[in-house]
């Protein structure tokens, strides 16, 4: 596919897109409370909760327990493509995120599965336009998309609260 190595994306297998999470949280937001706890069952019943809510049962997500996201990034998620499926990391540190974060983080996390067809669209370019304008415009639409993603994420967690 001839995909630019970007920071925020790395390569997986050929049919995966691995999308690395960075979370841009607000001053007033708490991320981490020593004593919350978050397990990953948590996690795992957020994930359920808001697949119902954000309407994305047709997915078919797991979890990578085995291997933690990478240090910088709180969580990473891997999508199949056009197969509806999706593997779940998360950083090592999440047992103390707070409550509103590992919501957030989920959140944002499920938001790339409703992107995905719209990067899609947008890497369905690649092969009609020279690669220097490809890598141009994946390189703004990965980055714009990374901040409505975060921003949406949000937003979401705030009018329907934390589960
Ligand atoms: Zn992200």
Same mark, same amino acid.
């Given at each position: #596919?001839?995909?630019?190595?970007? /920071?925020? @994306? +790395? ?10 999470? @960075? ?8 991320? &981490?409370?020593?004593? $919350? ?8 019943? #957020? !994930? ?7 309407? +994305? ?5 797991? &979890?990578?327990?085995?291997?933690? $996201? ?11 493509? /056009?197969?509806?499926?999706?593997? +779940?990391? %998360? ?8 409550? %509103? %974060? ?15 067809? +719209? ?10 336009? /020279?690669? @220097?304008?490809?890598?141009? %415009? ?14 949406? $994420?949000?937003?979401? !967690?705030?009018?329907?609260? /934390?589960?």
């Amino acid at each position: #596919m001839g995909r630019l190595d970007l /920071p925020d @994306k +790395l390569r997986d297998e050929d049919d995966f897109i691995v999308e690395v999470g @960075k979370i841009i949280t607000t001053d007033q937001e708490i991320v &981490f409370e020593p004593e $919350a706890q978050t397990t990953a069952d948590d996690l795992e019943r #957020m !994930v359920a909760v808001w697949q119902e809510r954000m309407h +994305l049962t047709h997915w078919t997500i797991e &979890f990578d327990w085995i291997t933690p $996201a990478e240090e910088q990034n709180h969580a990473e998620v891997s999508r199949n493509n /056009p197969y509806d499926s999706a593997r +779940l990391r %998360f950083n090592a540190g999440y047992s103390e995120w707070s409550r %509103f %974060f590992a919501n957030h983080t989920v959140v944002h996390e499920l938001m790339h599965l409703v992107t995905r067809d +719209l990067e899609e669209a947008a890497n369905a370019l690649e092969d009609h336009v /020279p690669a @220097k304008v490809h890598a141009l %415009f994946d390189a703004h639409v990965t980055y714009e998309l990374e901040g409505v993603v975060d921003r949406t $994420a949000q937003i979401i !967690v705030e009018l329907a609260g /934390p589960v």
